[in-house]
């Protein structure tokens, strides 16, 4: 699948009608998700960030200092849906969000 502006679209279907295949928004979609990413993870792991905050943890508890601090620093990294380093949401996966990251949109081609 190449995602291009409409205008090179619309000549490469004239040019080699039989090699170009326009997809609506909802094909471009189903694609995406169920063929193209499919097979990545739902969430990226940084190991290095979450060994980190579980180093930290470990010596504070043997050390019998106050862990409040980090295990919200653990709450947070362990949650994909926030920022906070760690485990992150994979939005490559999904088609609706890694067209905002990139501004893209898609648009049905005429005719279908």
Avoid: C
Avoid at 59 to 78: C, E, R
Avoid at 99 to 111: A, E, L, N, R
């Amino acid at each position: 699948m190449l995602l291009v502006e409409e205008a090179f679209a619309d000549e490469a279907a004239v040019l080699f009608p039989d090699l170009v295949t326009k997809l609506t928004a909802a094909e471009t979609e189903d694609f995406w998700n169920n063929k193209a990413y499919a097979h990545l993870q739902d969430n990226v792991y940084d190991i290095n960030v979450l060994n980190g905050l579980n180093v930290e943890y470990d010596m504070k508890v043997v050390l019998g200092q106050d862990t409040t601090n980090i295990k919200t620093k653990l709450a947070k990294a362990i949650d994909p849906s926030d920022a906070e380093p760690g485990i992150i949401q994979n939005r490559s996966k999904v088609f609706a969000l890694a067209m905002s990251d990139v501004g893209i949109t898609i648009i049905d081609p005429k005719g279908k």
